[in-house]
């Protein structure tokens, strides 16, 4: 009689993980590594060479594909726009597909993963998803806000809260009709045409909502509490909570004593960043921050410039203490305001530690990011690249002196609380490699909406 099969939990699985090069999408999935390997998993990352003394830092194996400086691409010569964000859009993510693939591909046969993580712009698992060759299941861990088609037509990017009536959807609709036109097509047709020079058939739906669908399973980094109402929900897609990123290796900055002080003597603190993306023009929220602030005496401001030089901004208030980096596990508790220019990790945080936010950013996937705060209620979204010294100033008073923001990012901070995103990851995991090898979709394959899932 043949023995039991061995369940995952008792066994050493096989995890690729796959990263865009990108701080905030590598620093999640090297958390999901480091746990997986301490209970015994093997786990081999790839991404960019760039990343390989932080993913060995980690204690995990690392492999490179060349993504050439395209995940951090920007496209200057243009403003704010639909334009601006398509060039960067396929230059950062689907440019670099079918070398994804291809290093994927050439992965599973070296390697024989049992399931491989990949963050969710890592778009070089779409070609896998949609052949209908045999594949190892495809995790897809989300890096920001959930990206379905919604049901009141409004269109992904602008930041629209959910419409309030027939009035709002309508014109909802024509902005969405816009925006198709300008951006959500051509990027569809653009991937589409990367698929096609691989054999490979057409998208399903629009490019985010099949990054959102197509994998076997789909994890959101956040509580059902900051995401709207999308009706039913894909079947693959899960809430886990917050996905902490590992603490940075940097020791704590010569003036957290002050902190500690403020923090004991009930002086608020306002902590102001603008990522490690975004932050090549401090003037845009950094210093505008500091420059309202400075002469509130009553106020302790910390400021991070996400690994660019304390040098780089134009001056330092009295009452400001600045580092390159910031251990946000252990300051974010001690913070009474985040400022930020809405960076969904960061923002992530903040909440799962109930502090409330102001926020100022277009760029990227702020725009959505931001108005979320203000729609849920945990925060003000002055809903611009550039807010005014004056506009701040007034934001960050408001949001210390009105009790409702704090309660409302206290309840954000008790939904983190329920959910332990670890626990459910690994899980989720066992359960998609005891599943086995499946296969794509292929052609022709039905997709559900938001509406319909």
Same mark, same amino acid.
């Given at each position: 009689?043949? /023995?039991?099969?061995?369940?995952?939990?008792? &066994?050493?699985?096989k995890?690729?993980?796959?990263?865009?090069?990108l701080?905030g999408?590598?620093?999640p999935l090297?958390a999901?590594?480091?746990?997986?390997?301490?209970?015994?998993d093997?786990?081999l990352?790839? +991404?960019?060479?760039?990343?390989?003394?932080?993913?060995?830092? #980690?204690g995990l194996?690392?492999t /490179?594909? %060349?993504?050439d400086?395209?995940a951090?691409?920007r496209?200057?010569? @243009?403003?704010?726009g639909?334009?601006r964000?398509?060039?960067?859009?396929e230059r950062?993510?689907i !440019?670099p597909? %079918?070398?994804?693939?291809?290093t994927?591909?050439r992965?599973?046969?070296?390697?024989?993963?049992?399931?491989i993580?990949?963050?969710?712009m890592?778009?070089?698992?779409? %070609?896998?998803?949609?052949d209908?060759?045999?594949r190892?299941p495809?995790?897809?861990v989300?890096?920001?806000?959930?990206?379905l088609?919604?049901?009141?037509?409004a269109?992904v990017?602008l930041?629209?809260p %959910?419409?309030r009536?027939?009035a709002?959807?309508?014109?909802?609709?024509?902005?969405?009709?816009?925006?198709d =036109? #300008?951006?959500?097509n051509?990027v569809?047709a653009?991937?589409d045409?990367?698929l096609?020079?691989?054999?490979?058939?057409?998208l399903?739906?629009? @490019?985010?909502?099949?990054?959102?669908?197509?994998? !076997?399973?789909?994890?959101?980094?956040t509580?059902?509490g900051?995401e709207y109402?999308?009706g &039913?929900?894909?079947?693959g897609?899960?809430?886990i909570g917050?996905?902490?990123?590992?603490?940075p290796?940097?020791?704590?900055?010569?003036?957290?004593?002050?902190?500690?002080? /403020?923090? =004991?003597?009930?002086?608020?603190?306002?902590l102001v960043?603008q990522?490690?993306?975004?932050?090549?023009?401090f003037?845009?929220?950094?210093e505008?921050?500091?420059? #309202?602030?400075?002469?509130?005496?009553?106020?302790l401001?910390?400021?991070?410039t996400?690994?660019?030089p304390?040098s780089? @901004?134009?001056?330092?208030p009295?009452?400001?203490?600045?580092?390159?980096?910031?251990?946000?596990?252990?300051l974010?508790?001690?913070v009474?305001?985040?400022?930020?220019?809405?960076?969904?990790?960061?923002?992530?945080?903040?909440?799962?530690?109930?502090?409330?936010?102001?926020?100022?950013?277009?760029?990227?996937d702020k725009?959505?990011v931001?108005?979320?705060?203000?729609?849920?209620?945990?925060g003000?979204?002055l &809903?611009?690249?550039?807010p005014?010294?004056e506009?701040?100033?007034? &934001?960050?008073?408001?949001?210390?002196?009105?009790p409702?923001?704090?309660r409302?990012?206290?309840?954000?901070?008790a939904?983190?609380?329920a959910? !332990?995103?670890? +626990?459910?990851i690994?899980?989720?995991?066992?359960?998609? /490699?005891?599943?086995?090898?499946?296969?794509?979709?292929?052609?022709?394959?039905a997709?559900?909406?938001?509406?319909?899932?």
């Amino acid at each position: 009689m043949p /023995a039991p099969p061995v369940s995952r939990k008792e &066994a050493v699985m096989k995890i690729l993980i796959a990263a865009t090069p990108l701080t905030g999408h590598v620093n999640p999935l090297l958390a999901i590594g480091r746990a997986a390997a301490a209970r015994g998993d093997e786990v081999l990352v790839l +991404t960019d060479a760039a990343f390989r003394p932080r993913v060995e830092a #980690a204690g995990l194996r690392f492999t /490179a594909y %060349p993504d050439d400086h395209a995940a951090e691409y920007r496209e200057t010569a @243009l403003p704010a726009g639909p334009e601006r964000y398509r060039r960067e859009f396929e230059r950062r993510f689907i !440019d670099p597909m %079918p070398v994804q693939a291809a290093t994927l591909r050439r992965l599973i046969a070296e390697e024989g993963p049992d399931v491989i993580v990949a963050g969710s712009m890592f778009l070089g698992v779409l %070609p896998l998803l949609l052949d209908t060759a045999p594949r190892p299941p495809i995790v897809t861990v989300n890096v920001s806000f959930l990206f379905l088609e919604r049901p009141d037509h409004a269109p992904v990017g602008l930041g629209l809260p %959910p419409a309030r009536d027939q009035a709002e959807r309508v014109r909802y609709a024509a902005l969405k009709a816009g925006m198709d =036109a #300008a951006f959500a097509n051509p990027v569809r047709a653009y991937a589409d045409g990367k698929l096609a020079a691989l054999g490979l058939p057409p998208l399903p739906a629009s @490019l985010p909502h099949s990054i959102v669908v197509l994998p !076997d399973l789909f994890l959101q980094p956040t509580v059902p509490g900051f995401e709207y109402d999308y009706g &039913a929900l894909p079947p693959g897609l899960r809430f886990i909570g917050l996905l902490q990123p590992p603490a940075p290796p940097a020791p704590l900055p010569d003036w957290w004593p002050e902190l500690e002080a /403020a923090n =004991a003597a009930g002086k608020p603190v306002v902590l102001v960043t603008q990522g490690t993306l975004a932050n090549d023009d401090f003037g845009e929220l950094v210093e505008p921050t500091l420059a #309202a602030l400075a002469d509130r005496d009553d106020l302790l401001v910390l400021a991070t410039t996400g690994g660019r030089p304390v040098s780089a @901004l134009q001056a330092i208030p009295a009452n400001t203490r600045v580092s390159c980096f910031l251990p946000f596990r252990e300051l974010l508790p001690r913070v009474s305001v985040l400022v930020t220019n809405g960076g969904y990790g960061s923002v992530s945080q903040a909440l799962a530690s109930g502090v409330p936010i102001v926020s100022a950013g277009l760029t990227e996937d702020k725009a959505e990011v931001n108005a979320r705060i203000g729609w849920s209620g945990v925060g003000l979204n002055l &809903a611009t690249n550039t807010p005014s010294v004056e506009a701040l100033g007034a &934001a960050v008073t408001r949001v210390l002196d009105e009790p409702a923001f704090r309660r409302r990012a206290e309840a954000m901070r008790a939904a983190f609380e329920a959910r !332990d995103a670890m +626990t459910g990851i690994l899980t989720a995991l066992d359960d998609r /490699a005891n599943a086995g090898p499946v296969r794509g979709a292929g052609p022709g394959m039905a997709v559900p909406s938001a509406r319909s899932a």
